[in-house]
């Protein structure tokens, strides 16, 4: 590997602005593919979800998933971009042997939504401005494998493998007008700037973007200019990066590496660069010393799309609350901090918080299981929270019975490893495990009793006057019970026995 | 009736009839037509394939269906030479190249389908310019097609197989494609009639596309009605194909059989005469004027400056779209694969294999239209040749505002000999002048005999082109001219071709 010269990421702040340009593909997850009828549910066998059309057979045609304009106006919209009244699919040409027809159908010069902004929020609250320049509708690509090769990549590989489920799957692509004036925040406003997008399309619930399952991957460009130059740089263009973590990472590597070839007298090369999670450095792709020549022509083979401006009306009626409004509205409402807040937001738990409220719990207690025990167990097993096999309802049925009394923290615990175990409703589980706190004197009278027999130097300590001893006693006494005794009743009976004041 | 020479020589209408009323059997007129093929096909090379056992099959279907009481349509029972430019399941589709050579579709196109539904017995796949690239035939991969009258000469193209089908009385009906005149000027050629339906009247899914904005699908047939019963069969709106109109199919075989033109404006087109126009060709289309005027028609010049950039924009549009559809041919998923010896990366192989499938003109029109659509050429280009489709669609529409349908030659000269314009595409593409302002504008055209030039007794045809969805006029006319020729000459043309 190549050794890549690096400035500190202070010193190149100090002499250089950077300046970025997001582009995001997000894969719609609409049925059916953008121009035929064939499923795109993920993980068939290769090659088993294609038609005429996606294969580009000779004689087949596409025809427009009205499903996939109806998401792009809908994307388009919650970006406040402007709704085109007219446009057209262009075919991008090129040959890849991915792509069946050897072009892509996209959009060129006519998008159907563009001018837009999007705000997001950094940890401290700051609020930083995204102008969106398009966002357009296209189709996916098939999926090569290159077998023999070190790296899985095409060089020095002996054959391919080509597999045309994915050809064909809606695609929305998002680009941003160049991104400047965050200085040193830059790396940060790009990942605030995925995250956020990501959020929105989840509320609009056109796509899962699910990053780690390629639904959503970001393309980024960055270049630097001299501090108070208005021309831009020239720009490197790092192509999917596909995680959160990484889109930060990446900019801040390129941030360092452009500055490193600039201060010393070099010059950026317009280029495609690969990221490496390993490492987060990037690599030189492809140079593009000439700008492809893609040869785009309106699409003959479909009409355009004209969305009647009522029916974007009622889909801009129909947007539910942005996600940056509605978290700054429950922080507010459950009074927490930011910080605070953006784990909630990264550990996925917002919606489930707010299910488990909707079911009658508080709050607080909502926002601490699903933040503690239940994000530990989807952490331990590698699950996401809305993917853990407890229901918000359960979650709160388990916080009612806390403050009823009839559980502690401990035995509610174990209830939820219960449901989540698969023994049933947190009620089954409470009788099944007979995980009742105990707290009536009869029962839990004998075993102060026992507690008190067997600990003399401890009873000696509390009568003499050191009350705080007392714990040691209400602790022999949860063992004696396995947990499930009330503690603060244990202690009253205790101090009772004893005839101590508490 | 066992003279099988008898019933090849029936009109579609005839046939269906004859099936009909049982005085034939579907099985007896395609044993008829499949022995007509073994007798002159050697000759003509209409047909790139013939499905032998496919025809029989569905002859033997329609017969059953007949025997069962079930109700036939129009045209049950009757046979088909079909383009090689149609997929058909399991049947080879060539499109008349190398590229696709033993490619089985897995799939038949809409207009295969709807053939197939009504009974229509298909003979085979017609031999045809390499994508439908040409005006003569000889740009097939698999040698040219002889004008039955006179096969040393071309049979016109791109549809040459299907308009030398019916000509040489293979198949009283086929299905040709019409980017540019691919319909039209064979039948002008070869005494026959060819419609291009309006853009969007018939379906082009499973049609292998030349240039997708142009291309159309349309009937070939020896009369007026036979072509109107088949443009009826095949057309009509296709969910599958994006650009298929989205209304009732004009009430064409209501019009062939109604055939006048008593106070219809007929307007001849003033571009298509003068310098490189064959006297007797002008001398019957001025003929056929005539016989307008003396049905009825009144008769103006309509002046359609803009027709005069046609072929120019043509040939910057059809180019752009076909290097683009001919893309997908690059070894990977069907087709011929050539260099697949391991020594080949995937880009090698695609390279190669195109190399060796496309012909010249093929290979000819993808670079013109790569070079056509580069940027910082677009506009001058692309860009400008889609003004030009503009003027030409204004020019219709003005001339529309003053008259009911158009006319003029089809073509500006009878068939050429095999081989004398194959070196000079100018020349070659100047056989379509007159075809290519209706594909530009997506109107309705036809050409129908007119009657044979004096200096070389070769067909000529006779234009006639409607406003889009208005598919009527051209068999009201077309109907009305007929007639009168077949009194005038008390035959079709077409029976003074020679018979093989």
Redesign the interface.
């Given at each position: 590997m190549t050794v890549i010269d690096l400035v500190s990421y202070e010193d190149a702040l100090a002499t250089y602005d950077p300046v970025m340009g997001l582009e995001v593909h997000v894969e719609l997850g609409t049925k059916t593919k953008m121009f035929c009828g064939c499923s795109t549910e993920l993980g068939a066998p290769a090659n088993s979800q294609t038609c005429?059309t996606c294969?580009?057979?000779?004689?087949?045609?596409?025809?427009?998933n009205a499903v996939g304009v109806e998401s792009a106006v809908r994307i388009g919209l919650a970006l406040n971009c402007e709704i085109a009244e007219w446009c057209r699919f262009a075919?991008k040409?090129y040959?890849y042997?991915d792509m069946?027809?050897?072009?892509q159908t996209s959009q060129y010069d006519e998008p159907i939504a563009y001018n837009g902004h999007l705000d997001v929020q950094l940890a401290d609250g700051e609020v930083f401005r995204v102008e969106i320049e398009r966002a357009h509708m296209e189709e996916d690509t098939g999926k090569s494998t290159h077998i023999g090769g070190a790296t899985g990549r095409i060089h020095g590989a002996s054959h391919?493998l080509?597999d045309y489920n994915r050809a064909g799957i809606p695609l929305i692509e998002i680009v941003t007008k160049p991104i400047e004036g965050a200085g040193e925040r830059a790396p940060e406003v790009a990942r605030a700037y995925v995250a956020e997008l990501r959020e929105l399309i989840k509320a609009l619930g056109v796509s899962d973007a699910r990053m780690e399952m390629g639904q959503m991957r970001c393309d980024v460009n960055l270049s630097l200019r001299p501090k108070g130059r208005e021309k831009f740089g020239t720009r490197s263009e790092t192509k999917n990066v596909n995680s959160l973590r990484s889109v930060e990472r990446a900019a801040r590597f390129e941030i360092q590496r452009h500055a490193a070839v600039l201060s010393s007298g070099g010059t950026i090369l317009q280029e495609t660069r690969h990221f490496h999670e390993e490492d987060g450095s990037t690599t030189s792709g492809r140079i593009k010393e000439e700008?492809e020549?893609y040869?785009?022509?309106p699409e003959?083979?479909?009409?355009p799309v004209a969305p009647p401006r009522e029916w974007v009306e009622e889909i801009r009626g129909s947007l539910p609350e942005l996600p940056r409004l509605r978290r700054n509205r429950l922080r507010e409402e459950w009074d927490v901090s930011e910080h605070d807040m953006q784990s909630i937001l990264n550990a996925g738990a917002i919606d489930p918080i707010v299910a488990t409220i909707d079911a009658g719990a508080p709050a607080d207690q909502a926002r601490k299981w699903w933040m503690g025990e239940l994000a530990r167990n989807a952490n331990e097993t590698g699950r996401a929270l809305d993917e853990l096999p407890i229901t918000p309802a359960q979650v709160a049925r388990v916080a009612e019975l806390v403050a009823a009394g009839d559980l502690n923290d401990k035995l509610a615990r174990q209830v939820i490893d219960g449901v989540l175990a698969g023994e049933g409703d947190p009620d089954t589980v409470v009788d099944k495990r007979g995980l009742k706190v105990v707290s009536d004197d009869g029962a839990l009278g004998a075993a102060v009793d026992e507690a008190i027999a067997g600990n003399a130097g401890v009873v000696e300590k509390i009568k003499g006057g050191k009350v705080a001893a007392v714990g040691a006693l209400v602790g022999a006494v949860m063992k004696a019970t396995r947990g499930q005794a009330d503690a603060a009743r244990a202690r009253e009976l205790i101090l009772e026995k004893l005839g101590v004041e508490g | 009736m066992t003279d099988t020479t008898a019933i090849t020589r029936l009109t579609a209408a005839e046939t269906a009839e004859k099936i009909a009323s049982g005085a034939l059997t579907a099985v007896e007129v395609t044993e008829a037509h499949l022995a007509r093929i073994e007798a002159v096909d050697e000759k003509v090379h209409a047909f790139l394939h013939v499905d032998r056992e496919g025809a029989l099959a569905q002859a033997r279907a329609v017969d059953a269906k007949r025997a069962a009481g079930e109700e036939l349509g129009p045209l049950a029972g009757v046979p088909l030479a079909l383009k090689d430019i149609f997929t058909t399941e399991g049947v080879p589709t060539t499109v008349g190249s190398k590229i696709l050579e033993g490619w089985l579709p897995p799939y038949d196109a809409t207009v295969t389908k709807r053939l197939k539904a009504a009974g229509i017995v298909i003979l085979g796949k017609t031999n045809m310019d390499e994508f439908a690239m040409g005006s003569s035939t000889e740009n097939s991969a698999y040698g040219p097609t002889g004008n039955p009258w006179d096969l040393t000469r071309i049979p016109g193209g791109s549809g040459g197989g299907s308009s030398a089908a019916i000509a040489s009385f293979q198949a009283p009906l086929a299905i040709g494609t019409d980017t540019g005149g691919s319909i039209r000027q064979p039948a002008a050629v070869t005494g026959t009639v060819g419609v291009k339906p309006t853009y969007g009247g018939v379906s082009r899914y499973g049609m292998v596309a030349f240039s997708s904005s142009l291309d159309q699908g349309g009937p070939c047939a020896r009369t007026v009605l036979d072509a109107a019963l088949l443009h009826e069969a095949m057309a009509g709106h296709d969910p599958l194909d994006s650009t298929s109109v989205d209304a009732p199919v004009p009430p064409v075989v209501e019009a062939a059989r109604a055939g006048s033109v008593a106070g219809m404006r007929v307007g001849v087109v003033k571009q298509f005469r003068g310098e490189g126009y064959q006297a007797g060709v002008v001398q019957r289309f001025d003929e056929a004027v005539a016989v307008l005027k003396e049905l009825g028609a009144e008769v103006v010049e309509v002046d359609c400056p803009s027709f005069d950039l046609a072929l120019s924009a043509y040939y910057l549009i059809a180019p752009s779209e076909c290097s683009s559809n001919l893309a997908r041919f690059d070894a990977m998923r069907y087709g011929l694969r050539v260099g697949d010896d391991g020594s080949h990366s995937a880009e090698d192989v695609t390279a190669l294999s195109r190399e060796a499938g496309f012909g010249d003109e093929v290979k000819r029109r993808i670079m013109l239209g790569t070079y056509a659509l580069s940027s910082g050429y677009y506009d001058a280009y692309y860009g400008s040749a889609q003004k030009v489709r503009t003027l030409i669609k204004r020019d219709f529409e003005s001339a529309f505002e003053r008259v009911d349908v158009l006319v003029s030659p089809t073509t500006p000269t009878t068939a050429f000999p095999i081989g004398e314009r194959a070196d000079d595409p100018m020349a070659m593409y100047l056989a379509d002048l007159c075809t290519i302002p209706a594909n530009l504008a997506g109107n309705a055209a036809m050409s129908l005999p007119c009657g044979l030039a004096p200096e070389d007794g070769l067909p000529v045809g006779l234009q006639i082109i409607a406003p889009a969805m208005k598919d009527e006029r051209l068999y009201q006319v077309g109907a009305a001219v007929e007639a009168a020729f077949v009194e005038k000459w008390g035959h079709h043309l077409i029976e003074e071709a020679p018979s093989l």
């Open positions: 005429p294969l580009g057979l000779p004689g087949a045609l596409p025809v427009v075919r040409n040959f042997p069946p027809k050897n072009f391919s080509l700008a020549d040869r785009y022509f003959p083979d479909l009409v | -």
